[in-house]
């Protein structure tokens, strides 16, 4: 039987993301099977800013939606991120040292299985729709993660 992990994604902070992914990355390369479930915050991870739309919205979703990241490399950092100039400087710092984007580690989280979850609740409280999410996620319930996650050998909550 193969090794689980479970990661309950809440954070929409770059740092955070990173550190998710390349979790969820690493324990692929050890045959770990990886589930990331996305809620509230952590949502901005799986958008497709090719597909984000206004369509059926109200005016608060789509004012939320307009002052949101559209992109997983336009999240923040959570501390330090001095009006993005932090930010800046961290991924500066990533390129010297010959570290891929956000969107390369979930490009390979991608294509290593990683199973993308999407929290239902979470899309309908924020007004996303499934439409607006990457191809590979896939929209469920708390329940749903939580018997997945009861299964897992490991739990993370980022």
Known sequence: MNKKMSI????GDYDKALAALILANT???IDVDVTIFFAFWGLMLIR???KLSDED???????FANMTPKHIEDLPLSKMNFAGIGKKMLVGMMEDSDTPPLSAFMKGALNKGVNMKACKLSCEVMGF???????????VTAED????????????FI
Do not use: G
Not at 8 to 11: N, P
Not at 132 to 138: H, N, P, Q
Not at 145 to 156: F, G, H, T, V, W
């Open 8 to 11: 309950l994604m809440f954070s």
């Open 27 to 29: 324990a692929r390369e």
């Open 48 to 50: 497709d800013s090719n």
């Open 57 to 63: 919205k109200t005016a608060a979703e789509k004012m």
């Open 129 to 139: 729709s499934e439409e607006e999410l990457l191809d590979e996620v896939t929209v």
């Open 145 to 156: 993660y939580l018997r997945d996650a009861l299964e897992s050998n490991i739990q993370l």
